[in-house]
């Protein structure tokens, strides 16, 4: 008995691993069900020399493209969370009662690595010169953070997760930022789950419902002095697909709870748009007043419908840095939306917008040597200045920077931008963008640390 059990077991195995090779050998199809980019089929030759890399190349094309692929993955995952209560992604946690959690939120709810005391220094600082840019333009602005998943639903995460520190960085946030009016929509949030049945945050996705989103619009438009929408009871639907469920299922995901408010269909699009994932959007209500703009991510998406019905004229950027040649001159209201996974961003690109220089000095307490490395080019008609310090553990205390070129000086932001702006890396150093160019060998650049400044030689 037990010969003809350990042949069956290996005819599964054998057959499991030969069956999508044979299945792409015979031209079945494999469909990109999930919609994730792809590797290419390699050549054999690059530039008319032999492709050393073909094999590596290959084996990431087949790995992405064998035959039945969404399928078995949707399988193998299924195992996984029905019997394993665990998660055959490294990008998604299978939680408690049918609940999905992003990874990359895992270190803010367990409150470790998060962004440090002179991050945060460095976050309001960025944001000061920003609102300092929004005066300049008679222009309100405020700063939105939207709460991870976990950050309100956290009894539903796995019970071998054990929060260790005892901030996360919206609790950081919300303590420290001053230097631009902030829409505070945890508080409500948490109000509202005590007292709904219903959740604000799908299950089987990363982000929230039209119930969160519509305690987070109400929270935005009483930030800024506004009468949001009176709605009525909203009706519920299985039929939204979650991002962390697609992860898991791209052949079949589950359906998830949505909910739908009766709006009064008053603006229009002015033009198409695909998804509410566009990049730029504007809407128009001629039946209402106020101008306003909103640099967002995807959390924004639920925002759009109630955030159109209440403005003469609302464009959405999705695009990272925010942009400020994008805004019209009428605008009157400026929003920077960011989900709390994505704060570091903030810390990573530099804002597109031309800094002015003031007849002003800086008057140090002392000099210090600290090497940093200057790179410059044209970037959107203007001078871009972006330096990175060289020692970085000795930058992690300058929270602010102020550049002297030609007798102005300038207030520089305490980013360095790095190829991949939206990852998790942090590097220090300075940069800024100038309508007149900035020559690094003449420049004076002064820090801000431990609440003094000093010359930077």
Known sequence: MKHYLKLIFCIVILG????????????????????????????????????????????EFYTDNFSFRTYLISVYNGIFERLIKSSGNKQVIVGKENFLFFEETLDDYLKVNQLSDHDIQRLNEVLRIQNSISNRLSVKSYFMVIPNKAKVYGEFMPENYRVIGDLDSL???????????????????????????????????????????????????????????????????????????????????????????????????????????????QSRNSDKTGKLVMFRDSFANALIPF???????????????????????????????????????????????????????????????????????????????NARFSDQESAQMITAIRIKSQGLLYDAFPIYQDTYFEDDIIELGFSLYTSVPIDPLAMEVYGFMDGHWIRIE
């Open 16 to 59: 499991s691993a030969l069956f999508p090779m044979l299945g792409t050998l015979a031209g079945a199809d494999s469909p990109n069900l999930d919609k994730s980019a792809r590797s290419p089929l390699p050549s054999l030759t690059d530039n008319g020399l032999i492709n050393w890399s073909y094999t590596k190349q290959f084996d």
């Open 171 to 281: 609790d950081k946030v919300r303590e420290s930022i001053s230097a631009m009016e902030y829409i505070d929509v945890y508080p409500a949030l948490m109000n509202e789950k005590e007292k709904s049945v219903d959740i604000l945050y799908h299950k089987r996705d990363s982000h929230w419902n039209n119930l969160g989103a519509v305690i987070g619009y109400k929270v935005l438009m009483e930030t800024i002095g506004k009468d949001p929408l009176l709605l009525g009871q909203p009706h519920g639907k299985t039929d939204w697909q979650g991002d962390l469920d697609r992860m898991l299922y791209p052949a079949f995901p589950r359906t998830d709870q949505q909910f739908y408010f009766e709006l009064p269909g008053e603006f229009i699009f002015t033009k198409a748009i695909r998804s509410f994932e566009d990049l730029d959007i």
């Open 307 to 385: 955030i159109s019905e209440s403005f003469n004229e609302v464009n959405y950027f999705r695009s990272f840095p925010a942009d400020y040649t994008k805004i019209p001159s009428d605008t009157e209201i400026l929003i920077f939306q960011v989900a709390q996974r994505n704060l570091n961003w903030y810390l990573q690109a530099t804002p597109i917008v031309s800094l002015s220089g003031k007849d002003e000095t800086v008057m140090p307490s002392r000099s210090i040597e600290l090497d940093f490395s200057v790179e410059q080019q044209q970037r959107s008609g203007l001078n871009y200045l």
